[in-house]
């Protein structure tokens, strides 16, 4: 099973991920954050295998969430 968390501050975008990830029984959704430092502090306390990472928000951008990381998942960017 491959746990991912979706990041993206457009709900509408998290909504479309949600709904791919629901089709692959091997994906494992197990959190999704519209906001970034929210999602960096989840992610410190539960690791996971995979990102859906939005690189374009408000605050801090998926690059700069990714730095703050111990624990570096592998990564899909999901940009408009």
Same mark, same amino acid.
């Given at each position: 099973? =491959?746990?991912?968390?979706?990041?993206?501050?457009?709900?509408?975008? +998290?909504? /479309? =991920?949600?709904?791919?990830?629901?089709? @692959?029984?091997? =994906?494992?959704?197990?959190? *999704?954050?519209?906001?970034?430092?929210? #999602? *960096?502090? &989840?992610?410190?306390?539960?690791? @996971?295998?995979?990102? &859906? +990472?939005? =690189?374009?928000?408000?605050? +801090?951008?998926?690059?700069? +969430?990714?730095?703050?990381?111990?624990?570096?998942?592998? /990564?899909? &960017?999901?940009? #408009?």
């Amino acid at each position: 099973m =491959i746990r991912c968390v979706a990041i993206d501050d457009e709900k509408k975008a +998290l909504e /479309v =991920i949600a709904l791919y990830a629901d089709r @692959v029984d091997q =994906i494992e959704l197990v959190a *999704s954050f519209t906001d970034p430092v929210e #999602a *960096s502090v &989840f992610l410190e306390g539960n690791p @996971v295998d995979l990102l &859906f +990472l939005d =690189i374009n928000m408000k605050g +801090l951008n998926g690059f700069e +969430l990714l730095e703050t990381l111990t624990h570096k998942p592998r /990564v899909i &960017f999901t940009t #408009a």
